[in-house]
């Protein structure tokens, strides 16, 4: 265990569990724990659905969620890559958040709304520019659909009205119509 990591070998269900019940006794017994909450780095920039358990496990603990977002990883350490690059990463931590009715799933929407508002709030302060994807929910302008997924993206983005002239640029070759 690095740093007092929780490991997670995903696919092992067991093992996964056995993480889970850790992380649970650690939380009941008052220890911090730092997750991530999309389970993986998002290579577009948009915030991917969070993954529900441990939100579960602290509505069920009655455990405080505390809102931290990052701004500026993308250049700092891109995703699906081992590669540091020089950039200025800048965090951004919220208010605690205490779950209520609605459990999980709830505080997960409450995060993600947190998330939001703190990107915003980078913005006002001149820490991220304005098409930063936790504000757009549009892609980072210089990311392109990896040339496997291509024919799928045509066929499932969704695109939203003119906002999404930018995305279609990335889609070069697909037929489709904006609704």
Not at 59 to 65: I, K, N, P
């Amino acid at each position: 265990m690095l740093a007092g990591d929780l490991p997670a070998d995903f696919g092992n269900k067991e093992q996964i569990k056995a993480m889970l019940d850790e992380a649970r006794s650690l939380l009941s017994h008052g220890t911090n724990i730092l997750v991530f909450p999309e389970g993986t780095r998002s290579p577009s920039g948009i915030l991917q659905a969070f993954k529900p358990t441990f939100f579960d496990i602290c509505a069920e603990l009655g455990c405080l969620a505390v809102p931290l977002v990052f701004m500026g990883t993308e250049r700092a350490w891109p995703a699906q890559g081992f590669r540091m690059g020089c950039a200025t990463v800048t965090a951004f931590l919220g208010e605690p958040l205490i779950p209520g009715p609605g459990g999980g799933a709830q505080l997960s929407k409450d995060v993600a709304k947190a998330f939001r508002e703190m990107a915003s709030k980078a913005l006002d302060q001149g820490a991220v520019a304005d098409d930063d994807p936790l504000l757009t929910d549009l892609p980072y302008p210089w990311w392109e659909i990896p040339e496997q997924f291509f024919a799928l993206a045509c066929q499932t983005l969704p695109f939203r009205d003119l906002a999404a002239a930018r995305y279609s640029a990335a889609v070069k070759d697909c037929s489709f119509t904006l609704g």
